[in-house]
């Protein structure tokens, strides 16, 4: 039996598990046996817990609590953590998702001690190492035993950094090489698996009198928005003005994003907005499929709105997600007011395509198999 540590922390992370623990659980029960980390960066309960619950998530077999704090003081607790658990427990590898501190922590405990890594989400490039993500995706990269991209433009980019998915020239301590593995993406599996279940069991649409393709959906929680006075006033200019010309404009207010407005001594009440809860996951996707656009800073939300045929507007220098880009389903535009607007007005009336990018639905499995063949 293979045994298998996922390390999560923050909410994205838990989505992405729930589609590798339900291929696990449905598919190769027999073969292993997985336990999951949850190091505490995100603790509020709406940007977690609530994740577990709906998603059908064993609950975590750890958590470390480490909560917020700079970059180094929250990586490093992480790290001691993950070393602890996994100097106690034998584990034949451990799974990390995305960019977070979590996920740099976990590759550099893991892998310091020869516990192999296997990053979900890898390849993604940004090229601005301003990004926290950028840097924590380069090193996570770099220190993983299979790396499973989700895309063809993340295969590329890997390549291009010299990793090869025909014949290695890493060697670990445990004589295995480092293996690349264009795996399609988990999120696109979720939002199949996940979409009918969502109109079931949220009815947000009806509690806030929404109509279909009637609003924007608008995410910002980036610090690069949230900490900027300049950008997060921008942002919500363009937001309430185009709430001004009538279209409904929903934002999910993440705490931090809510305490730099309360900094500001601004009034979020005085935007003209639908200002809510940090959505739960069946609330996000619903929120996502019936909107006219959705306006983000989240890399995970862009993918997801072109998942549900959304438009995106971008509130980002660039993007990860390029494909979506060069399919113009969305478009680039920082915290300019201006080209937010233009990409607006743009995108409100323009008929978009969405081409299959992300896989067949079915990534999770050939995770598992990929990680079963590696470790045997």
Same mark, same amino acid.
Request: glycine content about 8%; proline content about 4%; hydrophobic content about 45%.
């Given at each position: +039996?293979?045994?298998?540590?996922?390390?999560?922390?923050?909410?994205?992370?838990?989505?992405?598990?729930?589609?590798?623990?339900?291929?696990?659980?449905?598919?190769?029960?027999?073969?292993?046996?997985?336990?999951?980390?949850?190091?505490?960066?995100?603790?509020?309960?709406?940007?977690?817990?609530?994740?577990?619950?709906?998603?059908?998530?064993?609950?975590?077999?750890?958590? %470390?609590?480490?909560?917020?704090?700079?970059?180094?003081?929250?990586?490093?607790?992480? #790290?001691?953590?993950?070393?602890?658990? !996994?100097?106690?427990?034998?584990?034949?590898?451990?799974?990390?998702?995305?960019?977070?501190?979590?996920? @740099?922590?976990?590759?550099?405990?893991?892998?310091?001690?020869?516990?192999?890594?296997?990053?979900?989400?890898?390849? %993604?490039?940004?090229?601005?190492?301003?990004?926290?993500?950028?840097?924590?995706?380069?090193?996570?990269?770099? @220190?993983?035993?299979?790396? &499973?991209?989700?895309? %063809?433009?993340?295969?590329?980019?890997?390549?291009?950094?010299?990793?090869?998915?025909?014949?290695?020239?890493?060697?670990?301590?445990?004589?295995?090489?480092?293996?690349?593995?264009?795996?399609?993406?988990? +999120?696109?599996?979720?939002? +199949?698996?996940?979409?009918?279940?969502?109109?079931?069991?949220?009815?947000?649409?009806?509690?806030?009198?929404?109509?279909?393709?009637? &609003?924007?959906?608008?995410?910002?929680?980036?610090?690069?928005?949230?900490?900027?006075?300049?950008?997060? =006033?921008?942002?919500?200019?363009? !937001?309430?003005?185009?709430?001004? =010309?009538? +279209?409904?404009?929903? %934002?999910?207010?993440?705490?931090?994003?809510?305490?730099?407005?309360?900094?500001?001594?601004?009034?979020?009440?005085?935007?003209?907005?639908?200002?809510?809860?940090?959505?739960? &996951? &069946?609330? #996000?996707?619903?929120?996502?499929?019936?909107?006219? #656009?959705?306006?983000?800073?989240?890399?995970?939300?862009?993918?997801?709105?072109?998942?549900?045929?959304?438009?995106?507007? #971008?509130?980002?220098?660039?993007?990860?997600?390029?494909?979506?880009?060069?399919?113009?389903?969305?478009?680039?535009?920082?915290?300019?007011?201006?080209?937010?607007?233009?990409?607006?007005?743009?995108?409100?009336?323009?008929?978009?395509?969405?081409?299959?990018?992300?896989?067949?639905?079915?990534?999770?499995? =050939?995770?598992?198999?990929?990680?079963?063949?590696?470790?045997?």
């Amino acid at each position: +039996m293979i045994k298998l540590l996922t390390i999560i922390g923050a909410r994205p992370q838990i989505i992405k598990a729930a589609a590798i623990s339900r291929a696990v659980r449905e598919k190769f029960a027999g073969q292993v046996e997985e336990h999951i980390l949850h190091t505490g960066q995100h603790y509020d309960t709406n940007m977690s817990e609530v994740f577990f619950r709906e998603l059908g998530i064993p609950e975590p077999d750890y958590n %470390l609590h480490v909560g917020s704090g700079s970059h180094g003081v929250q990586t490093a607790r992480i #790290i001691e953590g993950i070393e602890a658990v !996994l100097n106690e427990q034998h584990y034949d590898g451990v799974i990390v998702y995305g960019d977070t501190n979590s996920t @740099l922590a976990a590759a550099v405990a893991a892998s310091k001690i020869h516990v192999p890594v296997f990053h979900v989400e890898a390849g %993604l490039r940004s090229f601005n190492m301003g990004m926290p993500e950028e840097i924590n995706r380069i090193v996570c990269d770099q @220190l993983s035993s299979v790396l &499973f991209t989700p895309t %063809l433009t993340g295969l590329r980019n890997l390549e291009a950094e010299g990793f090869s998915s025909i014949k290695s020239r890493v060697r670990f301590a445990d004589g295995r090489g480092q293996r690349v593995v264009l795996s399609g993406d988990v +999120m696109y599996d979720n939002s +199949m698996y996940f979409s009918v279940m969502a109109d079931m069991q949220s009815d947000i649409i009806e509690r806030l009198g929404l109509s279909y393709r009637q &609003f924007v959906l608008a995410t910002i929680h980036r610090p690069a928005n949230t900490d900027n006075a300049e950008n997060l =006033k921008s942002i919500l200019r363009a !937001l309430s003005d185009i709430a001004a =010309k009538g +279209m409904d404009v929903v %934002l999910p207010l993440h705490p931090r994003t809510r305490k730099r407005i309360e900094d500001l001594g601004l009034e979020i009440g005085d935007f003209g907005l639908k200002v809510i809860e940090p959505a739960s &996951f &069946f609330e #996000i996707i619903r929120l996502e499929k019936n909107a006219a #656009i959705v306006m983000t800073d989240s890399g995970g939300v862009q993918k997801e709105a072109f998942f549900y045929g959304t438009p995106c507007v #971008i509130l980002r220098p660039e993007t990860e997600w390029v494909e979506i880009v060069k399919a113009g389903a969305g478009i680039i535009t920082d915290a300019n007011y201006a080209r937010i607007m233009a990409a607006y007005e743009a995108l409100v009336n323009k008929p978009v395509q969405f081409p299959a990018l992300f896989g067949d639905g079915h990534a999770s499995e =050939k995770i598992i198999q990929e990680i079963i063949a590696y470790l045997q």
